[in-house]
């Protein structure tokens, strides 16, 4: 699904990433973890085009969309969850996904061929995409709410039902824990696998939630200092010395510094 080869970024005198390769299969649910300033979301970046590699390749479903802007990388299936439009505080759950999947229509020229898809179907579409999706997220219930009454949790939910109305066949996501309680955190987990085994999404995700990453990921992949230093099934990574090391000796399980 995804392949990243030999990519690398400095700024300025700090090599922010450093000939990284990674691959995504399709199916899979690939975590990236490391301490603060290892370089993750510099490598969201360049993959997913807000920033240019200054060396290396990346190829989505063997395609080359290495340095094409985000809005084309989107097109080729490949979503990160904050690229899509803001949510809507005031409109209710339900009008954020529709927008979010009738903007998403629009620009996808092949469902509209030389303008013959009338109004009404596309209306009728999006509506059945959008309920589809909260239920999957487990937003039904919230259909109706404005968004900015929903409690954080399930607005970091909302996000993620937002990018899924673009179609993704490959989903990433930087940080979908944060913030949430362990609770929540748990929540999140199974419907990651929900996603995954329904609807047979790939997912790459940052994230610090080490409960998460080791209860959801099928490969866990480690950056420090730009360069991933270790990689594996979870219960590999965890015992990796390298890895210890690189979180400060602390004991895994812990917050990493
Ligand atoms: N646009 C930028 N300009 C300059 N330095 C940057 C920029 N983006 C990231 N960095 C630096 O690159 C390093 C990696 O940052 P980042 O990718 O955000 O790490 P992580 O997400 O793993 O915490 C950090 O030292 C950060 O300060
Ligand atoms: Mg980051």
Excluded at 71 to 98: D, Y
């Amino acid at each position: 699904m995804l392949e990243i080869s030999g990519i690398s970024k400095r700024y300025g005198g700090l090599q922010a990433v450093k000939d990284v390769n990674l691959t995504v299969a399709k199916g899979e649910i690939v975590s990236l973890i490391g301490p603060n300033g290892a370089g993750k979301t510099t490598l969201f970046n360049l993959v997913t085009g807000f920033a240019r590699p200054d060396t290396g390749h990346v190829r989505l479903e063997g395609d080359e969309v290495t340095g094409l802007p985000p809005e084309a990388i989107a097109r080729h299936g490949m979503v990160r969850s904050f690229q899509i439009t803001n949510v809507f505080a005031n409109l209710p759950v339900i009008e954020n996904l529709r927008l979010a999947s009738y903007l998403h229509l629009r620009a996808d020229l092949t469902s509209d061929v030389l303008g013959l898809s009338p109004a009404r179907e596309k209306a009728a579409r999006t509506m059945e995409e959008a309920r589809r999706i909260l239920a999957l997220l487990d937003l039904a219930k919230f259909s109706a709410t404005p968004a900015k009454r929903l409690a954080y949790g399930q607005l970091r939910l909302l996000e993620i039902a937002i990018a899924l109305c673009v179609r993704p066949r490959l989903l990433l996501l930087d940080e979908p824990a944060a913030g949430l309680n362990s609770r929540e955190g748990e929540h999140l987990t199974a419907l990651l696998r929900r996603l995954r085994d329904e609807t047979g999404l790939t997912i790459l995700l940052v994230e610090h939630d080490m409960d998460l990453v080791m209860a959801v990921s099928d490969r866990v992949v480690v950056l420090n200092f730009g360069e991933k230093i270790a990689e594996g099934t979870p219960a590999q990574v965890k015992e990796d010395p390298r890895v210890v090391e690189a979180y400060l000796g602390t004991p895994f399980e812990e917050e990493p510094a």
